[in-house]
C-alpha cells in the first residue's frame, strides 16, 4: 500500500484547509486509513479513522465538529476537512493505512504510512 498526502500550507486562525491522501497498490486489503499528526518533539497523535468502507469514523475528542474524515471511493482518495483551524493545530499531517479488521487509534495499528504534510495555522 502506498500513500500520498497533498493539501497542506499556511493558513490563518479559523480559516480551513482540506487534506488528500491518494491510496495505491493492493488498496483491497485496507480496511481502514487514518490520519495522525505530530509537533517537533511530541508524538504522533490520533486525529480521525475511517473504515474503508466509509460507514464508519472515530475522531479525537480535540477535532470533533471542527475536523471530518471523508473518502472518495471512485478515485481511492481519502480527505481531512479541517476547519476553525487553531495555532494548536500547526503540525505534519499524516495519512495511514491498517489492513487488519479492528478499528485502531494508536501509532503502532498502522503498518502503512504517507510522507506528512506541513500544516501551519498562524494566529
Known amino acids: 500500500v502506498q500513500l500520498v498526502e497533498s493539501g497542506g500550507g499556511l493558513v490563518q486562525a479559523e480559516g480551513s484547509l482540506r487534506l488528500s491522501c491518494a491510496a495505491s497498490?493492493?488498496?483491497?486489503?485496507?480496511?481502514?486509513m487514518a490520519w495522525f499528526r505530530q509537533t517537533p518533539g511530541k508524538e504522533r497523535e490520533f486525529v480521525a479513522t475511517m473504515s474503508w468502507s466509509g460507514a464508519i469514523t472515530y475522531y479525537a475528542n480535540f477535532v470533533k465538529g471542527r475536523f471530518t474524515i471523508s473518502k472518495d471511493n471512485s478515485k481511492g482518495t481519502v480527505y481531512l476537512q479541517m476547519n476553525s483551524l487553531k495555532p494548536e493545530d500547526t503540525a505534519v499531517y499524516y495519512c495511514a493505512a491498517r489492513t487488519s479488521p479492528p478499528i485502531g487509534s494508536s501509532v503502532s495499528d498502522y503498518p502503512y504510512w504517507g510522507q506528512g504534510t506541513q500544516v501551519t495555522v498562524s494566529s
Open positions: 497498490e493492493r488498496t483491497f486489503t485496507i480496511t481502514w
